[in-house]
């Protein structure tokens, strides 16, 4: 992922930043994966290995958009499927409807 950025003339520290910007949520602190300063964006890769993780990776994305929200004016979500996924319309589609949220699911 950040070797896209790169590649498209993102500057690290400029135009977005890895593993900063925490938010805190009661007495537990979270970390998005990716930040996009002048979007005000928070990016979350999520990798689903097995089947076990499909439910795993849905409930990581709930809580990130409770949490994320309360900092980020949006969050994408990007999920990438070895191959475990069913319906991806299914997955993505009731975390779409939430307004600042984008889910994409890529098949491998």
Known sequence: MESLLIGHGLQKGIDYDRETGRVKVSSKEVIPDFIFYKLNL????????????????IDEINADIKSYMTKY???????????????????????????????VVIKN
């Open 42 to 57: 928070a990016c979350e890769v999520k990798l689903i290995k097995d089947k076990v993780r499909i439910g795993s990776a």
């Open 73 to 103: 004016s949006g969050i994408i979500f990007i999920v990438y499927d070895l191959g475990f996924i069913r319906d991806e319309n299914e997955f993505i589609s009731s975390f779409n409807k939430n307004e600042g949220i984008h889910c």
